[in-house]
């Protein structure tokens, strides 16, 4: 499976001009590599995700290392994130639209699953070891179910990924009423509830 | 942007042995060619939407017509949707995990829209003759707005481009209630009430 | 199949800085994307093929709208075409070198066919609401053989699909005389008709 | 540039179980690979084009040695031709669906070109040890200018590039007279005659 | 960047016949999808990376999870590795001709690093959820360099990014010796020694 | 099989400003394509590897011919070189990151092979006109074993395929003297010498 275009040469880090403009600000979306000798094996680490990220009081945090964090990654093909859960955390039902997810468990009992194009459901609770794939752009989830802190490593075939949560997406994205109201069944009153709120709390962890 | 493999014949419609025993069944899942010198015109003309399928009491029918239903695409990288819709009737929100969709309105004034990673959504009502484009992978929707019945005929990057209906996906296949109560800031009796009000009626669009 | 890259954003809709001067011509030929935040839903609609080209006296108009034409399609895989046929109007048997085509006709009836790398046709009239599939890269060609005008509505699985009109390409690029006359079995007399006929005509149409 | 899908292994040259039925026939289009074990380096290895294939009265001869003449090639994304002009021998105006061509010239001199999605040319002689570049799926064609034979030895990026040779693609696969006679500004007289010239020409080359 | 097809289905777990023949074998390198319906969590799981591998005199341990290993895999364009280190424990000079790898470790402190296509080394030291990425195809490894076992735990963006071991691919695989003499300035002693000592370690490891 | 990302219109001949200054020099590695109406023929032919490199003392000499020596490659997947042998001479083991190749005999018999990542070896003598296929990204090899100089034309399907000579990639690039003396039983002073034959040898023919 593929999601990011090949590479023609054996990495590009992004040359990332100074922001002091608004041109400059739109040209550092090109792609421009550094001279590949001024890079060095700093350029291919990435030491942020050594720790957890603050849980605050939503009980999870996701910290996404894209090429955007991580410039090395640019061309490659490949990005990943680090997940971690307090007591009873979730990661809300969410897909990324341009890659698959290889997902192992680091730490805990963590329930997860994805849901495939006929509305079956694949989930089950693996432990510290264990490996579970989300298929390319299926909705999938997360849940802490232990007693202890978990955390999850996952990582992607895209240098960049995308990612939609449902919850955010759906009802926090300023869909109309109506539609809302027809597709899921709701009330205009549970709508505004449910925007209410989710979009304060989806702010905090984009 | 590419959600399918690339071909390397000019074109290549699966040879499908009759399906009498589960052996051969599985083994008509494999792409095997029909000899060039047997297919014809017809095998690259589809006849089947020329007017609108049963909307029932839903308000809303799609014929999505993929390389299992027009067995010409196969290989070629393409597939196509007629979607009709009652006054009022909805396409709930949705995503196709492999393909971007390129959708022009054929009758009728219809609100489309997409939501982007960053939940910013992109909405606005169109009439006959204008075409809507939504990125590969991300969640739209579209309602009928005008006083008449409304048609909508997209195209796909893909033969194959997957789907997930946001309702029956989510409330519908599963999932662990304690996950969405969080997820979506509901009650387990709202729930519940979902789940009762999608199953069947995804299970008749389906 | 695939014709272009894979996208590693949700979008990417170029910024097009004014072309006041040579080096800004050639920059804007670069992928800068606007930043996303100033996108819309007008960014990602169009509207201009609403209603029929111009058919003069050739009796057949055609809207390509790739990348250029349509901003908002950059880096999503797809593009499309209105084509438009007067009474025995034509569409000159051309290919598009990038794409696989899906073709929907809305209104009258077309005589539409392709041909295959062992010269083959495939061909037939089809009628509105019929829709044929014209594998990546083979020579199609189509014309109105109803009693009123009549239109197709093509899609691309590319960007930018390119096009190549067999008349023009070979009788009206300069092709060296004696090539064609060996190719094509005609007098150089016939080739230089040939040439006077095609070359104008083409020149409207591109 | 990418024509065909990308490898998941070393390599895999087909396994083609004896055709002694039609359904082993078709099974045979499959893509059964050999066990790699039973490989030798005879199957990487091709020697079929160490001379010159027979010119007959058409003074050019083309050998094209894709996946289904050489097995080694398959899954690994390209492909290679030999093509031999007595003098003034012609290659006629063709294109390859699904692939890019690097032609070298081994012996002799030649007038090789192609043309663009615009109808500009690109031509010129050009002599033994000089390459030329044909940008995926443009119509491009050779003449031999020079005072002996010549040889030229072109690659691919596809396993199966395909090929349509435009004058038997347009004059002998049988597309309506009506249509090619206003493609061409041709009459019916001048139709019906190219088609007897090409019609057998063409079968002897293919 | 790419290395494996597109998928066309949501997913698919290779369907495999009995090996109870040779012509059973061949088919069963066939790409045959058990039904959707049949499959369940347990596809999608590995579980057999929990501990590590057998160390033996070598030192290290590698256990490669492709599509293979994992069918749950096929078709989705990712797979993974666990590597485990004794004291001093080394991954001798390798790469893989189809994948990007990115490798986080998750025990003890490493020396890791790759050389470019000019011959430039990026090497460090990294220690536990260090991340580093080895971009596709070129020459990495890896030695333990801390007091205490260490684990790597890559992923790759093929579902079978394929291992050339250095050592053994070169030495171990007989090359001749007056190329091999030649090429690292080396005695024909020399040689033989490094056959002797290389051969039966890397079958072991193999 | 798909080294390259897929070209999003018929050419790009790279536009490559003066490089006056530091920032100029980062920008010519954007990709810039001049006015398709400013090219001509001879941004499409090479004329350079007419006759052989310079051999030195060496005994070989490869004239690699991608995207940067050659703009008119630019976006079409493909690159070429091509290497001339004195009696004996040799191409030490290496190998494309990013492509397969087919390299035919020009002049002589030469030693060819390539190892699979299985350590199988497939090698043979070959001679004029005889064509051998490198899968992407495994280790090859080729020696003149005739009585006169050899030469091979090597194709690729990248634009840019990348290369890696083992001898200089693992003992000229610094990697750390203990861990390859574990990987190829080798002491330490062995070691040095292979350092200090291949270093110099290998930066002339980089």
């Given at each position: 499976m593929a999601s990011d275009p090949d590479p023609v040469q054996d990495f590009c880090i992004p040359y990332t001009p100074k922001p002091d403009s608004r041109r400059i600000a739109q040209l550092s979306s090109l792609q421009q590599c550094k001279?590949?000798?001024?890079?060095?094996a700093d350029d291919f680490i990435?030491?942020?995700?050594k720790s957890a990220g603050d849980f605050k009081e939503s009980g999870f945090s996701a910290m996404s290392i894209n090429s955007k964090a991580f410039?090395?990654?640019?061309?490659?093909?490949m990005s990943f994130v680090r997940a971690d859960f307090d007591l009873g955390g979730i990661n809300v039902p969410h897909f990324h639209p341009r890659a698959t997810e290889v997902a192992m468990v680091l730490e805990g009992k963590v329930y997860c699953g994805f849901v495939d194009s006929a509305n079956r459901i694949y989930a089950k609770v693996i432990e510290k070891g264990e490996v579970m794939v989300f298929p390319r752009g299926l909705v999938h989830f997360q849940m802490n179910v232990g007693d202890s802190p978990a955390t999850i490593y996952g990582s992607f075939n895209s240098q960049n990924p995308g990612l939609q949560r449902i919850p955010a997406a759906v009802f926090g994205s300023g869909i109309k009423d109506e539609l809302l109201k027809k597709a899921f069944g709701l009330s205009g009153k549970q709508i505004d509830e449910m925007r209410r709120k989710l979009k304060p709390k989806e702010e905090n962890q984009s």
């Open positions: 001279n590949a000798s001024e890079a060095n990435f030491s942020g995700i410039p090395g990654l640019n061309t490659l093909g």
